[in-house]
């Protein structure tokens, strides 16, 4: 592929996104940053605080959610528990997944719809495992009983469905295609919970995309027809 195909194809996949981001950056700077900061701050002290003996209890009682555990207490975690990193994995694999698409997600949907996705993802991911645990290793999207002590935290599941939303509202289908297949073959690859998590984080995020693409395209269809002369829709 020659580097003007190259070229064209970065500006076609990437053209949009990348303009919106440097159009806020340019704008604000790293004021512009604030949840991704904040969630980078709180991912390192949670880090810090559950490497302390008596700070692992602390984080135990409010960010730690697993399928054993009650559904209002799952649910009073989760917010939480989304900046718990994973105690078997490095810290710096969580602080960089927030730092990139968290701040990429942030300058270009905005704040508020950034920790809406992150949380409906995250939360997918915690009501699958429940789902899969109840289903059983015996059905095609059951969890073995073992699954509902494992401790599920951390952001992963949040940076899948934040870049999966992202690359559809700024037509990135390449790399939404990317994302999903490499989720799909991690779970091929090594079938645990994590890895089921994610593709649930995806399907809940498609769900949300397929709604606001029918949102939209009925808002179209509105507008467009009161521009014919169309008479307007009464209640």
């Keep these: ?46 880090y810090v605080l559950q ?19 009650p559904l209002w ?7 939480l528990s989304l900046f718990v990193p994973a105690l078997d994995l490095p810290v710096w694999g969580a602080l960089a997944q ?18 809406a996705i992150a949380y409906a993802s995250t939360l997918a991911g915690t009501t699958y495992a429940r789902v899969g645990v109840a289903v059983g290793p015996d059905g095609p999207f059951g969890l073995p009983a073992s699954d509902a002590r494992i401790v599920d935290t951390g952001p992963s599941a949040a940076v899948v469905g934040l870049a999966v ?9 390449v790399t939404a295609g990317l994302v999903l ?10 079938p645990n919970l994590a890895g089921k998590e994610h593709l ?4 809940a995020v ?19 027809g009161s521009r014919s002369g169309a008479p307007p829709i009464r209640s």
């Design 181 to 190: 297949v490499a989720m799909i073959v991690e779970v091929v690859v090594k």
């Design 98 to 115: 927030i730092l990139l698409v968290f701040g990429i997600a942030e300058l270009a949907l905005g704040r508020g719809r950034t920790l």
């Design 51 to 69: 490497h302390h003996p008596r700070g692992l209890r602390v984080v135990h009682d409010i960010g730690f959610v697993r399928a054993e555990d």
């Design 1 to 46: 592929m020659s580097a003007a195909a190259v070229s064209a194809f970065a500006r076609r996949e990437w053209g949009a996104l990348y303009g919106a981001v440097r159009s806020a950056l340019t704008a604000n700077r790293w004021r512009a940053l604030p949840l991704t900061l904040l969630s980078v701050a709180l991912t390192a002290f949670f």
């Design 200 to 203: 649930a984080a995806i399907g």
């Design 73 to 79: 207490l799952a649910l009073l975690r989760t917010p």
């Design 165 to 173: 939303y992202v690359c559809y509202r700024y037509r990135a289908w």
């Design 206 to 224: 498609l769900v949300v995309c397929g709604a606001d693409a029918l949102l939209r395209r009925r808002g179209h269809s509105l507008r467009d």
